[in-house]
Structure formats: C-alpha cells, structure tokens
C-alpha cells in the first residue's frame, strides 16, 4: 500500500467515526436546550472535508510504535492489554487497528478544526474547505464570532474528552494528553508569534512542525506504548518534515515571492530538510515496508500541489 492509498483509508475511518461521535454531541444538545442544535450543526460542519492527515499519522504512529520489539517480542501496549483483559471489543491486537485509535485520531482532527475557526477569525477569512468559515456561517458580526470562538473552545475540550476516554491504559493516556497539551502549548506560541516580527523558522517548527507532522506521530506512538527513544526520533523527523510541509505550503499559497528564484530556492529549502527527515528514518524503523510507507509520505507531502 502507498502513502496516498493508506490515507485515504484511514481518512475514511476517521470521517466515519468522526461523524458517530458529533452525532452523540448533537443528541446530548438537543437534550440540554434547542438553541444549541444549529450551533452544533455549524461546527459540525466545519469538521468535516480536508484531507485528515494528522488523524491519519496518529494511527500511523501507533502502527509504528507497535511494530518494535519492546519486550521480547511482545508490543509493550500488548503486554498491558493481555494483563486488563484487553483493549476493548473493537480492537484485535495483532491484527487490523479499526477502534480506539481512530478515535485519537478523531480527537486530534476535531482540535483542528477548532484552531481554524479562531485561525480564520485572527485572519479575517471567510472561506475554508471550499465553503464559508464557521464565523461567517453563523453571520460574520460580532455574534458570530462570539459563538465561533466558545465552539472552538468547546472543540478543544471535547478532543480531551475523546482521548480520556479511550480504553488504552492510564498511563499511555497521561502522557499522551501530556504531549497533546505540550503541542497546543506550543502551536498556540506559533500562531502568537506568527504576528509578531520574529524568525519565521521558529513560527514553522511551533505552529506546523510539531502540530501537524510530530505531535501525531508521537502521540500515536505513546498510545502503543513506545520508548522515549522512539518518541524522540519521531520528533526530529516530524520536525524537519514539517518544516518541509510548512515551506510547501508557503509555495502554494505565493508567499515566498513570485519570482522563479525565490520559488526554486524555496523548493531546494523543502528538500534539504525532507532529506533531513530521511536520515532520522533507520532509527525509528528497520521494517521495509514502514520505512517505504514514510518515505512515501514525506514525497506526498512536499511534491503536492494543493
């Protein structure tokens, strides 16, 4: 399977649950007081379209994690689910991955979409994903954008909750909530600095580096019980790739001036540190077929054109 292929499987899974759980949310809505239905419905709707990589990379992170030899053979997160009685019925160890990781991956989407409706407030944007942006839904006045900015909120604690109640251990969860707060922490700055007059190499590592590539790849990791060996090294080759992500990104959107040279240095730029990636690639896995799926993933995600 190519990188494409897989995320555009694990997109399906994700959409699929993703729309499982904001139902139960509207329903627990409708239950609390009607004026709350169309605001649910709007963020709702604001969830949905793009491509949900980041969703995508937790579950890829966790297959990662969960293919190294962490005791004998035997995946830590295997370890732990044989002695409390398993994960849960939807999940086979061993087998495909269809339960509570794509629910992680829900969590982290729903997050997303909360940090571009306050993303599309801060840049005045009325359009995202092809339709308007969930404060120009719900009118653009000062309305608004009051209920877009408490929806956002209400995203970021509904992702906390998601995880929290997932069926992986305790401790797995901790420290993967631990890390999810550390990335928002850290986004957060990014976004703050990004108006600022500051290193632009410091806004793409804060705002998309860690958010968009590391943060689920490691988290994913975390989740299937990984070593901080392999969280570290995800980290380095989730930040040089993002970064590449990022610089692909301002190609895209014309930000890096219009002329051919500062077009061809920019896309050098995005290949130097894709390369930067790769050489992280023999320390977080020996199995080929991982190996060629991330290698796939880091042409993907600089040679596209949208």
Same mark, same amino acid.
């Given at each position: 399977?190519?990188?494409?292929?897989?995320?555009?499987?694990?997109?399906?899974?994700?959409?699929?649950?993703?729309? +499982?759980?904001?139902?139960?949310?509207?329903?627990?809505?409708?239950?609390?007081?009607?004026?709350?239905?169309?605001?649910?419905?709007?963020?709702?709707?604001?969830?949905? $379209?793009?491509?949900?990589?980041?969703?995508?990379?937790?579950?890829?992170?966790?297959?990662?994690?969960? $293919?190294?030899?962490?005791?004998?053979?035997?995946?830590?997160?295997?370890?732990?689910?044989?002695?409390?009685? $398993?994960?849960?019925?939807?999940?086979?160890?061993?087998?495909?991955?269809?339960?509570?990781?794509?629910?992680?991956?829900? /969590?982290?989407?729903?997050?997303?979409?909360?940090?571009?409706?306050?993303?599309?407030? *801060?840049?005045?944007?009325?359009?995202?994903?092809?339709?308007?942006?969930?404060?120009?839904?719900? $009118?653009?006045?000062?309305?608004?954008?009051?209920?877009?900015?408490?929806?956002?909120?209400? #995203?970021?604690?509904?992702?906390? +909750?998601?995880?929290?109640?997932?069926?992986?251990?305790?401790?797995?969860?901790?420290?993967?909530?631990?890390?999810?707060?550390?990335?928002?922490?850290?986004?957060?700055?990014?976004?703050?600095?990004?108006?600022?007059?500051?290193?632009?190499?410091?806004?793409?590592?804060?705002?998309?580096?860690?958010?968009?590539?590391?943060?689920?790849?490691?988290?994913?990791?975390?989740?299937?019980?990984?070593?901080?060996?392999?969280?570290?090294?995800?980290?380095?080759? #989730?930040?040089?790739?993002?970064? /590449?992500? &990022? *610089?692909?990104?301002?190609?895209?959107?014309?930000?890096?001036?219009?002329?051919?040279?500062?077009?061809?240095?920019?896309?050098?730029?995005?290949?130097?540190? +894709?390369?930067?990636?790769?050489?992280?690639?023999?320390?977080?896995?020996?199995? &080929?077929?991982?190996?060629?799926?991330?290698?796939?993933? /880091?042409?993907?995600?600089?040679?596209?054109?949208?």
């Amino acid at each position: 399977m190519n990188f494409k292929r897989y995320l555009n499987k694990a997109a399906v899974e994700v959409d699929r649950e993703l729309e +499982k759980i904001l139902k139960e949310q509207l329903k627990k809505a409708e239950k609390t007081d009607r004026k709350l239905i169309s605001l649910v419905k709007a963020f709702t709707r604001s969830c949905r $379209g793009g491509k949900k990589i980041r969703g995508t990379l937790v579950k890829l992170g966790y297959e990662i994690a969960r $293919g190294k030899d962490h005791s004998g053979g035997v995946p830590l997160i295997a370890l732990r689910a044989t002695i409390r009685g $398993g994960i849960d019925g939807k999940t086979r160890l061993g087998g495909k991955i269809i339960g509570e990781i794509i629910k992680v991956g829900v /969590a982290y989407e729903i997050c997303h979409s909360a940090i571009l409706a306050h993303d599309d407030i *801060i840049d005045e944007s009325l359009i995202r994903r092809g339709q308007p942006s969930l404060h120009a839904a719900l $009118g653009g006045d000062h309305y608004g954008i009051s209920q877009t900015i408490c929806l956002a909120d209400y #995203g970021f604690f509904l992702s906390y +909750k998601i995880i929290c109640e997932t069926d992986f251990p305790d401790d797995c969860k901790i420290e993967a909530l631990n890390l999810f707060s550390k990335v928002m922490i850290n986004t957060t700055w990014g976004q703050m600095l990004d108006s600022e007059e500051t290193d632009p190499l410091i806004v793409m590592k804060l705002k998309t580096a860690y958010y968009t590539i590391a943060g689920p790849l490691q988290i994913g990791a975390v989740l299937a019980g990984a070593d901080q060996e392999l969280i570290k090294e995800l980290g380095k080759f #989730g930040e040089n790739l993002g970064i /590449a992500f &990022q *610089i692909k990104d301002d190609i895209l959107d014309s930000d890096v001036g219009s002329d051919v040279g500062s077009i061809e240095k920019a896309e050098k730029e995005a290949e130097e540190y +894709k390369n930067r990636a790769m050489k992280v690639l023999p320390r977080i896995t020996k199995e &080929q077929k991982m190996s060629k799926l991330l290698q796939q993933m /880091a042409e993907y995600l600089i040679e596209r054109n949208k």
